[in-house]
């Protein structure tokens, strides 16, 4: 949880830390990488550059829309998401969005039962929503207010707990050392 050297903004709210990062963009309408260093546009964090990302914004009027995507892959991968937009007459719009990711561990976690941890690891459970609310009570005003939510579970990069080694003495973080 330290501070990135290259800063992220989301719809132009800076995000402090890169794990705040970590949630689903289910509507990117822009992209910018920008090459460091980024300190006058960006602030001090922004020494190698800066990642801006917009949302797709749903805009009054539209008609209503949505999509499902569902996936399934080796490990007992499971992915699923989906979106709806619409207009609320010729003022106001919303759109929501959800996703769920799964899959099971796929580095074989050798630990005997009885051990600290036996599960296996680089395993992803996630589950991410948002909502996004569009009011335009004039031609010259606009108001955006968007809410996200991410709650992830995963073993991805984990450190590792050794086992089989046969060290003298009781040490933190090995499961197979006896005295």
Sequence with gaps: GTFSSVAIY????????TTNAMFE???????????????ALYGRNATAGAIVI???KPKPGDEFSGNVSA????????????AISSGLGERSAFSLSAAKHDRDGY???????GSLNTEDLDNRESVSASA??????????SWFL????????DHAGGGYEAVGLNVPGPIP???DNRS
């Design 173 to 175: 973080g090995f499961s």
């Design 107 to 113: 580095v074989k976690n050798l630990n005997p039962a």
């Design 10 to 17: 989301i719809d132009g709210v800076y995000i402090a830390r």
């Design 54 to 56: 917009s949302s797709r």
């Design 25 to 39: 963009q289910d509507s990117v309408a822009g992209l910018e990488v920008l090459a460091g260093p980024q300190g």
């Design 71 to 82: 996936s399934i892959g080796n490990f007992n991968a499971r992915d699923i998401s989906a």
């Design 132 to 141: 996004t609310f569009v009011f335009e009570p004039s031609d010259t005003q």
């Design 146 to 153: 968007r809410a996200a939510y991410t709650q992830s579970d």
